[in-house]
């Protein structure tokens, strides 16, 4: 019985320095996320745990991963909390400033990127087709006969 207790508490241990990671070592945040119903362990352990042997060593764990057992929303959620960090610190050059909120807002999805439009182009062949009109005989006939029924319609 104290065996399965001690893997609990383990696992508890294990779960805190996760939100902690995912929290930036907020200990209040993880330890609302841990005890969701129990406001005085929140405060209890939000300022005890930080310092557990247990908990720092999943902790650093977890840091040299890379935060490989983090979801993709974990993961944009860090990277984001390091470039705020990046974006109000005071020595931080402007520049730096602009291209750490430039990508916050992309990955926050507040800078939408138009879809590249893929223009083909098409090369037509440069070539006029004309259909034959016969010998020039038959073509200065068929137009003779075209004019006078134009002048024949204009008078009539």
Do not use: C
Request: net charge negative.
């Amino acid at each position: 019985m104290q065996n399965d207790q001690n893997n609990q508490d383990i696992e508890v241990r294990k779960k805190f320095a996760l939100e902690l990671v995912r929290n930036n070592d907020d200990g209040f945040a993880a330890a609302r996320i841990v005890f969701p119903t129990n406001l005085g362990a929140v405060f209890w352990y939000g300022n005890n745990w930080q310092s557990d042997e247990v908990i720092a060593a999943e902790r650093d764990r977890l840091l040299k991963q890379g935060g490989e057992d983090l979801s993709d929303e974990d993961l944009r959620n860090k990277l984001v909390r390091a470039l705020l960090n990046i974006v109000e610190d005071a020595s931080t050059a402007p520049e730096d400033v602009a291209k750490a909120a430039n990508a916050i807002g992309e990955l926050k999805g507040l800078i939408h990127k138009p879809n590249p439009i893929f223009n083909q182009t098409v090369q037509a062949p440069r070539v006029m087709v004309v259909r034959s009109h016969g010998s020039n005989e038959e073509w200065e006939a068929k137009l003779r006969k075209q004019q006078d029924d134009l002048i024949n319609a204009a008078t009539n």
